[in-house]
Each structure stands twice: as structure tokens, then as C-alpha cells.
């Protein structure tokens, strides 16, 4: 049951991170709107956390040495950790500029992603620099991804 736990919440907190700065950005490139940015991390936290927790559900089912009890335990693990660290990255959007937001949001999520990383590779027993460096590469990349793609959007005026 511990590992169902583990698999729920690194993957929770992973998804939660990537996805929703990924979304905030491309948000706040294509749109400057904090309405927009606000609206679509309540989205993110609802719709994607049931979506990340049934697709766990299923992938831990394809895996037939699962219990039902183990199989419910990554379910709602990864459900809860995706929508209350989701729903984290709202508190800047409500008391800070939009900018100044975003900025704290994606510090708040690397900070995580980092923290996270550390954590498996030390219980691999492996050194976390690797681990750390390649899990924030691909958030970077992410990021980087969404906010051309925002500006693109906000380019051809859709």
C-alpha cells in the first residue's frame, strides 16, 4: 500500500507542477489576463486531477500483480496531491501582479520539483544532481514550449 501511495503522489506532484505551469504560462503570454490565468488553474486543478487519477487507476489495473486496495490507494493519492498543489499556484495569482505571479509560481513549482527529485534519488540511492537536473530540464523545456506557443496565439490574434 505504501508504494500505491508513492506512485500517487510523485505523480501528482509532478503532473500538478508541469501541467499547471505549463498552462499558466502559455495563459499569461497569450492572454495578460488574470482572469484567463485563474480560471484555467481551477480548471487544471478539477478536470486534470480526475483525468491523472483515472488514468493512474487504469495504469495500475493493466498491472495485474495489483490489489483493488493498492489500485484505490494510487487512485486517490494522485487525485488529492494534483488538485491541492494545483491549487497552490492560485495564491499568487489572488495577491500578487499577474507577472509577479507567474514568476513566484514558477519558482514555487521547480522548488517542488527539486525537493521531489532529491527525495527519489536519495531512496534509489543515487546522486541526486542527475536527477534534479533532468526532471527540471524537461519543466524548463515545458515552460519555454507554452509561453512561445502563448505568444504565438496571442500573435495571430485567435
Not at 481551477?42 to 483515472?54: E, P, R, V
Not at 527525495?119 to 519543466?139: D, N, Q, S, T
Request: charged share 10%; aromatic share 8%.
Amino acid at each position: 500500500m505504501k508504494d500505491s501511495f508513492r506512485t500517487g503522489i510523485s505523480f501528482g506532484l509532478t503532473s500538478a507542477v508541469i501541467t499547471t505551469l505549463g498552462l499558466m504560462v502559455g495563459l499569461y503570454s497569450g492572454t495578460g489576463s488574470k482572469l484567463a490565468v485563474f480560471g484555467g488553474v481551477l480548471t487544471i486543478a478539477i478536470a486534470d486531477a480526475f483525468s491523472d487519477a483515472l488514468g493512474i487507476h487504469v495504469s495500475q489495473e493493466s498491472e495485474c500483480t495489483r490489489t483493488t486496495r493498492q489500485i484505490w490507494g494510487a487512485t486517490i493519492a494522485t487525485f488529492i496531491t494534483k488538485f491541492i498543489f494545483a491549487m497552490t499556484f492560485l495564491v499568487p495569482v489572488l495577491l500578487l501582479p499577474l507577472l509577479t505571479a507567474i514568476i513566484v509560481c514558477v519558482v514555487w513549482g521547480l522548488s517542488i520539483l527539486t525537493v521531489l527529485s532529491c527525495l527519489i534519488a536519495k531512496a534509489r540511492g543515487e546522486r541526486p544532481c542527475k536527477a534534479v537536473g533532468e526532471h527540471l530540464l524537461i519543466a524548463i523545456v515545458v515552460i519555454a514550449i507554452t509561453h512561445w506557443v502563448g505568444e504565438l496565439v496571442a500573435a495571430l490574434g485567435a
